[in-house]
């Protein structure tokens, strides 16, 4: 798969040619130099932009193809998010934001604030439901966000940098969680990370330069 | 809700409330104007005259004049004849009569009709009753007969009089008539006429003359011109038919221009009236609309802006799934709702501010019974509040589209 941007008038290649399988219930830590595309790779995957050739399957559907508004649908049934940088709406409470992905797909309300809560109690933030993204730490605005990627039991969860901003201690605490709901919940993690630490958790380890995967391990 | 929204709403209140106010004036006038000519009861009755062509035959002389066209007394009978019609009469009309009252001299009129349906004929008397069929000498007098012009400077002014109609009633009044005969010397004719009532306002001729009997008429008639009357050959200048209700006006209308005669009705006036007011409507509500449709303008901005600010928001919950109509719709029903809370508290305020014309406008025109200046109909509501949801609507799709349209990665990205 190859990935260009356009810059001014110059196409740049950022993915020159990757080439991976993720199975089922793995999790994958992504790492890799600044600026080496992983970010990019993950956007990709998630059909946040399209590639500029060759194809992502995900089972059986063919994201490369979709529309629009078939990845929108796609995403709302199979793929959840987490960012660094948490992209919580500052103006809902916790639960709000983790019931916000069901309302898109049509839940009913009660069965919203129910799931949301669900959501919530598995991150382990209940007691803040009520409260609002600037009323939370760092690692609970995390959570919340965690909570927010879950409560659509997606098949798979891509993250960028989840713990980017977390001290080290509240990163081991996101990290154990994730590795749980993996171990659970047989999601496949797709998880973009600086951190060496951060891969003991893993099923496997990819190496990203300059665009291309340099290793591949398995642990 | 946001400060900038409040201000947009506002914008919406005062083009729907602009609207309402300036349509509701053009109700208002067309309402009172309405009320006031069916309100005297002559909707019912229809002034038939011959039609002028035809009388300009007759007058030249020439050609085959068709005698239906002529309102004779055959005439009459066949209009009696039509479907609904209560009565006819023919009117014969006398002037340049004068009546002295209490020492002063007031210039009268005569209008003669056939006293044997009066009875059926929609005049109504305030006081007194009407003549009977064999009371020839009898008069009904219209309610400003003792109402005279007099110059007051520039100005002409109606003066009543200080005897009232009514205080006639009983009495014998004596009308006198001058002609010039033909050594040129000047002679006169006293009648004595009998009022036994007053007639209701009918806001026509009725008003300011005497109703008579058209036989006593005529012969005054023929006195003061010195010819007989060929009724037969030339017909009455005019009649007046009364139909059973306003329902069949047009039906009996256009059965009696068949007869080729000329109509006129109260129905056509208001009908005719109709068609000027709603283009007074029309415009009024234009200059209305102008204020709505910078409220349009408001409302664009605003979605703009909103959608500017909340651009991450956009780009998140694209991500976590809403499809571009989520997006749009949701963008689409916040202008919509500001229209609509705009167009409501718009109607409120319309409303209020009708009263408040109204009474205002009572205080400086007067009248019993209040004024209607601003009248604001349920359809006019309606419609106020379905249009200013539309413009909110018609405002939101643009800036929702744009919204929809957001690659969600880049909205997510920005600040
Ligand atoms: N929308 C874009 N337009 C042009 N260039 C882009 C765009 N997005 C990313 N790039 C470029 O692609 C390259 C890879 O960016 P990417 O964000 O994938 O790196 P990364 O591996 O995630 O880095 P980091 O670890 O710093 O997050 C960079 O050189 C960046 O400048
Ligand atoms: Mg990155």
Same mark, same amino acid.
């Given at each position: 798969?190859?990935?260009?941007?356009?810059?001014?008038?110059?196409?740049?290649?950022?993915?020159?040619?990757?080439?991976?399988?993720?199975?089922?219930?793995?999790?994958?830590?992504?790492?890799?130099?600044?600026?080496?595309?992983?970010s990019?790779?993950?956007?990709?995957?998630?059909?946040?932009?399209?590639p500029?050739?060759?194809?992502?399957?995900?089972?059986d559907?063919?994201?490369s193809?979709?529309t629009?508004?078939?990845?929108?649908?796609?995403?709302?049934?199979?793929?959840?998010f987490?960012?660094?940088s948490?992209?919580?709406?500052?103006t809902?409470?916790?639960?709000?934001?983790?019931?916000?992905?069901?309302?898109?797909?049509?839940?009913?309300?009660?069965?919203?604030?129910?799931?949301?809560?669900e959501?919530?109690?598995?991150?382990?933030?209940?007691?803040?439901?009520?409260?609002?993204?600037?009323?939370?730490?760092?690692?609970?605005?995390q959570?919340?966000?965690?909570?927010?990627?879950?409560?659509?039991?997606?098949?798979?969860?891509?993250?960028?940098e989840?713990?980017?901003?977390?001290?080290?201690?509240?990163?081991?605490?996101?990290?154990?969680?994730?590795?749980?709901?993996?171990?659970?919940?047989?999601q496949?993690?797709?998880i973009?990370?600086?951190?060496?630490?951060?891969?003991?958790?893993?099923?496997?380890?990819i190496?990203?330069?300059?665009?291309?995967?340099?290793?591949?391990?398995?642990? | 809700?946001?400060?900038?929204?409040?201000?947009?709403?506002?914008?919406?209140?005062?083009?729907?409330?602009?609207?309402?106010?300036?349509?509701?004036?053009?109700?208002?006038?067309?309402?009172?104007?309405t009320?006031?000519?069916?309100?005297?009861?002559?909707?019912?009755?229809?002034?038939?005259?011959?039609?002028?062509?035809?009388?300009?035959?007759?007058?030249?002389?020439?050609?085959?004049?068709?005698?239906?066209?002529?309102?004779?007394?055959?005439?009459?009978?066949?209009?009696?004849?039509?479907?609904?019609?209560?009565?006819?009469?023919?009117?014969?009309?006398?002037?340049?009569?004068?009546?002295?009252?209490?020492?002063?001299q007031?210039?009268?009129?005569?209008?003669?009709?056939?006293?044997?349906?009066l009875?059926?004929?929609?005049?109504?008397?305030?006081?007194?009753?009407?003549?009977?069929?064999?009371?020839?000498?009898?008069?009904?007098?219209?309610?400003?007969?003792?109402?005279?012009?007099?110059?007051?400077?520039?100005?002409?002014?109606?003066?009543?009089?200080?005897?009232?109609?009514?205080?006639? !009633? @009983?009495?014998?009044? *004596? %009308? $006198?008539?001058?002609?010039?005969?033909?050594?040129? &010397?000047e002679? /006169?004719?006293?009648?004595?006429?009998?009022?036994?009532?007053?007639?209701?306002?009918?806001?026509?001729?009725?008003?300011?003359?005497?109703i008579?009997?058209?036989h006593?008429?005529?012969?005054?008639?023929?006195?003061?011109?010195?010819r007989k009357?060929?009724?037969?050959?030339?017909?009455?200048?005019?009649?007046?038919v009364?139909?059973?209700?306003?329902?069949?006006?047009?039906?009996?209308?256009?059965?009696?221009?068949?007869?080729?005669?000329t109509?006129?009705?109260m129905?056509?006036?208001?009908d005719?009236?109709?068609?000027?007011?709603?283009?007074?409507?029309?415009?009024?509500?234009?200059?209305?609309?102008?204020a709505?449709l910078?409220?349009? !303008? @408001?409302?664009?901005n *605003? %979605? $703009?802006?909103?959608?500017?600010?909340r651009?991450? &928001?956009?780009? /998140?919950?694209?991500?976590?799934?809403?499809?571009?109509?989520d997006?749009?719709?949701?963008?689409?029903?916040e202008?919509?709702?500001?229209?609509?809370?705009?167009?409501?508290?718009?109607?409120?305020?319309?409303?209020?501010l009708?009263?408040?014309?109204?009474?205002?406008?009572?205080?400086?025109?007067?009248?019993?019974?209040?004024?209607?200046?601003?009248?604001?109909?349920?359809?006019?509501?309606?419609?106020?509040?379905?249009?200013?949801?539309?413009?909110?609507?018609?405002?939101?799709?643009?800036?929702?589209?744009?919204?929809?349209?957001?690659?969600?990665?880049?909205?997510?990205?920005?600040?």
């Open positions: 798969m190859h990935k260009d941007f356009k810059l001014g008038k110059e196409d740049i290649h950022i993915l020159k040619g990757i080439d991976l399988d993720i199975e089922q219930g793995e999790m994958v830590a992504l790492l890799g130099p600044s600026g080496s595309g992983k990019t790779f993950l956007n990709v995957l998630g059909g946040l932009v399209p500029t050739s060759g194809d992502i399957m995900i089972r559907y063919r994201i193809d979709m629009e508004n078939e990845l929108c649908l796609f995403r709302r049934e199979h793929l959840g987490i960012f660094q948490y992209n919580l709406i500052s809902m409470t916790a639960m709000e934001n983790v019931a916000l992905a069901l309302t898109f797909a049509g839940v009913k309300k009660e069965i919203r604030q129910q799931r949301a809560q959501a919530l109690e598995v991150v382990g933030l209940v007691d803040r439901m009520g409260h609002k993204p600037s009323e939370l730490s760092g690692g609970q605005q959570r919340v966000s965690i909570a927010r990627a879950l409560v659509n039991h997606p098949e798979i969860i891509l993250a960028d989840p713990t980017g901003n977390l001290d080290s201690k509240t990163s081991a605490d996101i990290m154990e969680m994730i590795t749980r709901l993996n171990r659970e919940e047989k496949t993690f797709v973009v990370t600086h951190d060496p630490d951060t891969t003991k958790y893993c099923t496997k380890v190496h990203m330069c300059d665009g291309l995967i340099e290793a591949e391990v398995n642990q | 809700m946001k400060f900038r929204t409040i201000l947009t709403i506002i914008g919406v209140v005062i083009g729907t409330a602009s609207i309402i106010v300036m349509v509701s004036i053009g109700n208002g006038a067309q309402k009172s104007i009320d006031e000519l069916s309100g005297i009861g002559s909707v019912t009755t229809l002034q038939v005259y011959q039609d002028l062509s035809s009388m300009g035959m007759t007058a030249m002389g020439g050609g085959k004049t068709d005698d239906k066209a002529i309102l004779n007394d055959d005439a009459i009978k066949d209009l009696k004849k039509i479907d609904g019609v209560v009565a006819v009469t023919p009117v014969v009309n006398l002037s340049g009569g004068e009546i002295e009252v209490d020492r002063e007031y210039g009268v009129s005569l209008m003669g009709v056939d006293y044997a349906v009875e059926d004929m929609r005049y109504v008397t305030t006081s007194g009753k009407k003549p009977g069929a064999n009371d020839e000498n009898s008069v009904i007098l219209g309610k400003d007969v003792l109402t005279s012009f007099t110059y007051t400077g520039a100005s002409t002014q109606l003066e009543a009089s200080e005897v009232k109609p009514e205080d006639l !009633i @009983g009495q014998n009044i *004596t %009308m $006198t008539i001058k002609r010039t005969n033909a050594n040129g &010397e002679e /006169i004719k006293t009648q004595k006429l009998k009022v036994t009532g007053v007639l209701e306002a009918t806001g026509g001729n009725e008003d300011y003359s005497i008579a009997d058209y006593l008429v005529t012969d005054l008639n023929e006195w003061q011109t010195g009357a060929n009724v037969k050959k030339q017909g009455y200048s005019q009649a007046l009364t139909v059973e209700d306003s329902s069949v006006v047009n039906d009996v209308t256009s059965e009696v221009e068949a007869m080729k005669f109509v006129f009705s129905q056509q006036i208001l005719s009236m109709g068609s000027v007011f709603q283009m007074l409507q029309i415009l009024l509500g234009g200059i209305g609309g102008v709505l910078v409220a349009c !303008i @408001g409302i664009v *605003t %979605m $703009t802006m909103s959608i500017y600010e651009t991450k &928001e956009i780009g /998140i919950m694209k991500v976590i799934g809403a499809s571009i109509s997006i749009r719709n949701m963008f689409i029903a202008s919509t709702m500001i229209g609509l809370i705009g167009g409501l508290v718009g109607i409120v305020i319309s409303l209020v009708s009263v408040l014309i109204n009474l205002i406008a009572g205080l400086f025109i007067g009248g019993e019974g209040g004024v209607t200046i601003s009248y604001i109909t349920p359809g006019l509501v309606v419609f106020a509040l379905f249009f200013s949801a539309l413009v909110g609507l018609l405002s939101g799709v643009r800036p929702a589209i744009k919204a929809a349209n957001l690659s969600s990665l880049d909205a997510i990205r920005s600040e």
